[in-house]
């Protein structure tokens, strides 16, 4: 791959075939945490998950929306693995219209018919978030003086959305 279209390409396979990411948030005292989800995203590439409104992840982002996500298969033999990271703004979802167009999504992504709305909202104890992203980038091979590294190359969020 060496094309910017290339890459969104695979980018977009990846987040395609990968049903779970993993969020990195951190509190406002700068502690980090990580939590895999199932997700699922829309046209624009926006992530979507529903997660319990007292989890840590969901504490952190209360106060601190920047997030970054990491979509990648965890199973790849070593030196094989392709990823796709992307830094993110998130936030809970209150709206029932956008609540129930995040769900068609994560629900119709595994053929299930998706629950009311309202089951995520009031004294419910699970929410439902979106990730809209910034900035996102792929992993590449390279070498520094004939040693592999890893490296990272920034997307093109443009052709992603195309």
Known sequence: MTS??????????IIAEILYITIATASTD?????SPV?????EN???YWASAIDAVHSSNIAVNNQVFLV???????????EGVYVQAKAFQLTDKNEISH???YLEGRINKQPPAPTDFLGTMPRR???AVPEKAWMNIDATV?????????ELDLGLLVK
Request: aromatic share 18%; glycine share 8%.
């Open 4 to 13: 910017p279209q290339e890459f969104s390409k695979r980018a977009k396979e």
């Open 30 to 34: 700068g502690t980090p945490w990580n």
């Open 38 to 42: 199932y997700s699922a995203y829309d």
């Open 45 to 47: 590439y926006n992530f």
């Open 71 to 81: 979509i990648y298969n965890s199973t790849a033999p070593a030196g094989t693995g």
């Open 102 to 104: 995040a769900l068609q």
């Open 128 to 130: 439902v978030y979106k």
């Open 145 to 153: 003086d004939g040693h592999f590294v890893d490296r990272r190359i």
